[in-house]
T-cell receptor, first 113, second 112 residues
Framework: QKEVEQDPGPLSVPEGAIVSLNCTYS??????FMWYRQYSRKGPELLMY????GNKEDGRFTAQVDKSSKYISLFIRDSQPSDSATYLC?????????????FGTGTRLTIIP | EAGVAQSPRYKIIEKRQSVAFWCNPI?????LYWYQQILGQGPKLLIQ????????DSQLPKDRFSAERLKGVDSTLKIQPAKLEDSAVYLC??????????FGQGTRLTVV
């Protein structure tokens, strides 16, 4: 079993729809949870991070962490064609920074105009 | 602020040949990472440096991969000899203390 599981998609939704992306994990020691966005032929860029359980909102993006279920989600509201990318969840054990990241496989998302 | 620089962007080599990748992190970032991203998978850490010391190289195939970080700044990752399964994107990232990791654009390696 992989430490972090993520549905690879692909996922296609019409512009303006709400997108839900999810990851599950097996290591209960993970403390920091991140979402990265990766455009084609680019490196991943950090979208959001959360510490432990709870919600965090940033503009059209909301990250949720449920440590009791070992489940994290990223919601994108009012999706735009520019949101088309691969979304990677990532986790680390004890620090934000200076700590290796364990990634999911990534979900490829396409927003249809 | 300049980002993480990597070169080359693309490399095609035959199996059993050797190859080297170069990374220049963001100025002042003490931590440097090399990740391997195979097509359709998430990045996997190969090696992590703190300044010029190795913090984690548990997933580095040491029989063929080597890495060094010169004077705690630039880093090179070498593969010798390459295998077909080494075809991947090699991503370099750097981070400041208790800050997010910034990734370079990666080097896409194809082994034929």
């Amino acid at each position: 079993q992989k430490e972090v599981e993520q549905d690879p998609g692909p996922l296609s939704v019409p512009e303006g729809a709400i997108v839900s992306l999810n990851c599950t994990y097996s290591n209960s020691a993970f403390q920091y949870f991140m979402w990265y966005r990766q455009y084609s032929r680019k490196g991943p860029e950090l979208l959001m991070y959360t510490y432990s359980s709870g919600n965090k909102e940033d503009g059209r993006f909301t990250a949720q962490v449920d440590k009791s279920s070992k489940y994290i989600s990223l919601f994108i509201r009012d999706s735009q064609p520019s949101d088309s990318a691969t979304y990677l969840c990532a986790m680390s054990l004890s620090n934000f920074g200076n700590e290796k990241l364990t990634f999911g496989t990534g979900t490829r998302l396409t927003i249809i105009p | 602020e300049a980002g993480v620089a990597q070169s080359p962007r693309y490399k095609i080599i035959e199996k059993r040949q050797s190859v080297a990748f170069w990374c220049n992190p963001i100025s002042g970032h003490a931590t440097l990472y090399w990740y391997q991203q195979i097509l359709g998978q998430g990045p996997k850490l190969l090696i992590q440096f703190q300044n010029n010391g190795v913090v984690d190289d548990s997933q580095l195939p040491k029989d063929r991969f080597s890495a060094e970080r010169l004077k705690g700044v630039d880093s090179t990752l070498k593969i010798q000899p390459a295998k077909l399964e080494d075809s991947a994107v090699y991503l370099c990232a750097s981070s400041p203390p208790r800050g997010e990791a910034f990734f370079g654009q990666g080097t896409r390696l194809t082994v034929v």
